[in-house]
């Protein structure tokens, strides 16, 4: 559709309030309203974002310029959070998973017992995977304790003597690890920013 073909009167600021009101969305309602208003047309977000961004850059000072700055740097805002929150769930992810591997991986191969030395390698392998932890402090704690108790720093004997009780110590890393992801995973990181509708996408007035 070509701007002369377009009738000012058929997409009214009135007509985009009273759907806003209906959907509780800005986007949702602004779809809706152009397709009634242009039949067989449509919008799409990246589009009008673009053309938004052009009218600031080539019309700093044209009505409703300056709240929709400040629209657009309070949305940045908030997007900038939900991705570190994405960000930083990912890393809970990956340390979960090399975790997981680790503790596996050591439970299929010593069935029966572990050198103090492959017993130490354990230890800096579940240390390193739990580097990006939230947990990460009592974690080193927990394998500072589990290398004390079990004397792996002792060579005078060459393998561990209390397998049974090294084993459920490590076995108790990993539940802890997964209970702890399970507690964040039940606080959406991001739930306190959506709890609330970000100012950009709430206002019912100029888009």
């Known amino acids: 559709m070509n701007v002369e073909e377009i009738d000012p009167a058929a997409f009214t600021i009135s007509k985009l ?10 986007w949702d309602a ?8 242009f039949p067989g047309e449509h919008i799409e977000k990246v589009g009008l974002a673009r053309e938004l961004v052009l009218l600031l850059t080539t019309s700093p000072d044209a009505p409703g310029a300056e709240a929709l ?20 769930e990912e890393e809970q992810n ?20 572990i050198s103090k030395r492959e017993a130490k390698r354990l230890l800096r392998e579940l240390a390193d995977a739990f580097a990006q932890s939230d947990w990460v402090d009592e974690a080193t704690q927990r394998i500072s ?31 802890k690890e997964r209970q702890q ?16 509708t970000p100012p950009a996408v709430a206002s019912s007035g100029s888009v």
Do not use: M
Request: negative net charge.
């Open 145 to 175: 304790a589990i290398r004390r108790e079990h004397e792996l720093e002792d060579s005078t004997s060459p393998t561990v003597v209390d397998f049974d009780g090294f084993r459920g110590a490590i076995r108790s890393l990993g539940e």
């Open 181 to 196: 992801y399970q507690d964040d995973a039940t606080k959406d990181p991001a739930a306190s920013l959506l709890a609330e």
């Open 30 to 37: 602004l779809d809706l309203a152009y397709r009634a208003s």
């Open 17 to 26: 309030q009273s759907t806003v009101g209906e959907t509780g969305h800005v």
């Open 69 to 88: 700055r400040d629209r657009f740097g309070e949305l940045l805002g908030y997007l900038a959070e939900v991705l570190d929150s994405a960000a930083v």
């Open 94 to 113: 990956r340390s979960d998973d090399k975790v997981k591997r680790t503790i596996k991986n050591f439970a299929r191969t010593h069935t029966r017992g």
